[in-house]
């Protein structure tokens, strides 16, 4: 039956979005069961053709990201796929309307990481966070309006601001990984080797802005979805809360992270907030 092929492929998006981030998977846990599977499955699209392009070193990167690129388009276009991340996808992206301008523009900041190694000015790092990370936060208000385009209109610009905010402190965590393992610099203007307070500052100011327009958004969100995006911002929050504790030489010596325990204690804080209607 049709129906066990999708319940495997959405499983496998859990378990993708599972493996790989206990943050993230943490947070959808805390959304509405109605709209849990959708994110897991945008989640599992998304890592995948960002696993292609950071990790898979030992192999044909650009003929592995093609091949995803045309597997994603045919999905799309038929309705079905073999590759169960594939195929969950699409169902998401049909039954919530997803535009392929998002899609695309996805897809086209990820094929910009397997030859692209900095971002010069503005204008490049704008282009690449929108497609890595702006238009991730769109796909998920989709689903958390679903389908609602007045809803959904109202609220993009704090999605996409809640997106970069997310990606900046990605990248700020994982100066030393990006720098050294994948030779890579997003934030222009930016000498890492010599990266002093002031630069640091600047990253840092541009990301609280963020976080604010983001938050406005977050307050106006249905009730489905309002507390996971809540835990999600409150624990980015953390992370750039130790980032901001951090030397900024060290910032490219170590990857700063949240331990697990200190995620169960957000989570429990985070809730009491929510419920005292704090946010």
């Not at 959304?31 to 044909?60: M, Q």
């Not at 409150?234 to 980032?243: N, S, T, V, W």
Request: aromatic share 12%.
């Amino acid at each position: 039956m049709k129906s066990i092929f999708d319940t495997v492929g959405n499983q496998c998006s859990e378990i993708v979005t599972k493996s790989y981030s206990t943050s993230f998977s943490m947070a959808t846990k805390m959304l509405s069961k109605s709209i849990r599977k959708d994110i897991y499955n945008i989640y599992g699209f998304v890592r995948f053709a960002d696993e292609i392009v950071d990790t898979f070193h030992d192999y044909d990167k650009e003929k592995l990201f093609t091949r995803f690129e045309k597997d994603l388009e045919l999905a799309l276009k038929e309705r079905i796929s073999l590759n169960p991340i594939l195929n969950s996808f699409q169902e998401t992206f049909h039954n919530y309307n997803l535009e392929k301008a998002h899609v695309d523009a996805f897809m086209n900041s990820m094929r910009m990481d397997l030859h692209k190694s900095k971002y010069l000015t503005d204008e490049e790092y704008k282009k690449y966070i929108y497609g890595s990370a702006d238009v991730v936060g769109l796909m998920c208000l989709k689903v958390f309006v679903k389908g609602d385009e007045d809803k959904f209109n109202a609220l993009k610009d704090s999605a996409m601001s809640l997106g970069s905010a997310f990606q900046k402190v990605n990248f700020l965590r994982d100066l030393k990984a990006d720098h050294e393992d994948l030779n890579r610099t997003y934030f222009p203007n930016t000498d890492l080797n010599n990266l002093d307070e002031s630069a640091k500052q600047a990253i840092i100011d541009e990301i609280e802005n963020d976080f604010a327009l983001g938050l406005s958004g977050i307050q106006k969100l249905p009730m489905e979805a309002k507390f996971g995006v809540f835990m999600a911002y409150r624990y980015y929050r953390q992370l750039l809360k130790k980032l901001k504790r951090t030397p900024a030489l060290d910032l490219k010596n170590a990857r700063i992270r949240v331990p697990n325990y200190k995620k169960v204690e957000l989570l429990t804080r985070s809730y009491v907030k929510f419920q005292l209607n704090l946010l």
